[in-house]
Protein backbone atom coordinates (compact mmCIF):
# COMPACT_ATOMS: atom_id res chain seq x y z
CA UNK A 1 0.00 0.00 0.00
CA UNK A 2 1.22 3.59 -0.67
CA UNK A 3 2.02 6.02 1.80
CA UNK A 4 -0.24 8.67 2.05
CA UNK A 5 1.13 12.25 0.55
CA UNK A 6 0.82 14.66 3.42
CA UNK A 7 0.82 17.70 0.53
CA UNK A 8 -2.94 16.89 0.14
CA UNK A 9 -3.62 18.04 3.13
CA UNK A 10 -1.84 21.56 2.59
CA UNK A 11 -4.43 24.29 1.75
CA UNK A 12 -2.82 27.03 -0.31
CA UNK A 13 -5.46 29.79 -1.58
CA UNK A 14 -2.63 32.27 -2.37
CA UNK A 15 0.81 32.12 -3.31
CA UNK A 16 3.31 35.00 -3.16
CA UNK A 17 5.81 34.64 -6.03
CA UNK A 18 8.75 37.02 -6.23
CA UNK A 19 11.18 35.76 -9.47
CA UNK A 20 14.54 37.40 -9.91
CA UNK A 21 17.05 36.99 -12.87
CA UNK A 22 20.46 35.69 -11.43
CA UNK A 23 22.64 35.18 -14.46
CA UNK A 24 21.16 32.22 -16.95
CA UNK A 25 19.09 31.20 -13.65
CA UNK A 26 15.67 32.64 -11.60
CA UNK A 27 15.65 32.93 -7.90
CA UNK A 28 12.11 32.13 -7.11
CA UNK A 29 10.82 32.90 -3.57
CA UNK A 30 7.42 31.55 -2.55
CA UNK A 31 5.40 32.59 0.44
CA UNK A 32 2.29 31.40 2.04
CA UNK A 33 0.89 34.54 3.22
CA UNK A 34 -1.13 33.17 6.14
CA UNK A 35 1.50 31.31 7.86
CA UNK A 36 4.47 33.39 6.75
CA UNK A 37 6.33 29.82 5.93
CA UNK A 38 9.11 31.20 2.46
CA UNK A 39 10.81 28.52 0.53
CA UNK A 40 13.35 29.43 -1.92
CA UNK A 41 14.61 27.36 -5.40
CA UNK A 42 16.03 28.03 -8.42
CA UNK A 43 14.98 27.57 -12.03
CA UNK A 44 16.08 27.20 -15.43
CA UNK A 45 16.00 30.85 -17.10
CA UNK A 46 13.80 29.63 -19.79
CA UNK A 47 11.16 27.73 -17.35
CA UNK A 48 8.01 28.73 -17.93
CA UNK A 49 6.18 30.40 -15.75
CA UNK A 50 3.68 27.50 -15.22
CA UNK A 51 6.26 25.39 -14.54
CA UNK A 52 8.05 27.67 -11.74
CA UNK A 53 4.67 28.05 -10.03
CA UNK A 54 3.27 24.50 -9.64
CA UNK A 55 7.11 23.84 -8.38
CA UNK A 56 7.04 26.57 -6.18
CA UNK A 57 3.68 25.73 -4.50
CA UNK A 58 4.78 21.98 -4.31
CA UNK A 59 7.70 22.89 -2.81
CA UNK A 60 5.79 25.20 -0.07
CA UNK A 61 3.17 22.63 0.43
CA UNK A 62 6.11 20.21 1.62
CA UNK A 63 7.72 22.54 4.11
CA UNK A 64 4.44 22.93 5.48
CA UNK A 65 3.43 19.30 5.58
CA UNK A 66 6.87 18.72 7.35
CA UNK A 67 6.29 21.73 9.74
CA UNK A 68 2.73 20.55 10.45
CA UNK A 69 4.12 17.12 11.06
CA UNK A 70 6.80 18.21 13.25
CA UNK A 71 3.77 20.11 15.54
CA UNK A 72 5.10 23.72 14.86
CA UNK A 73 2.50 25.08 13.44
Not at 3 to 21: F, G, M, N, Q, T
Request: glycine share 6%.
Amino acid sequence: MAAKDPRKDVYLPEILLEIRRVGKSLRVTAIDPITGIEVIMVAPANATRAVIKRNASRKLAHVIAKKKGAGEL
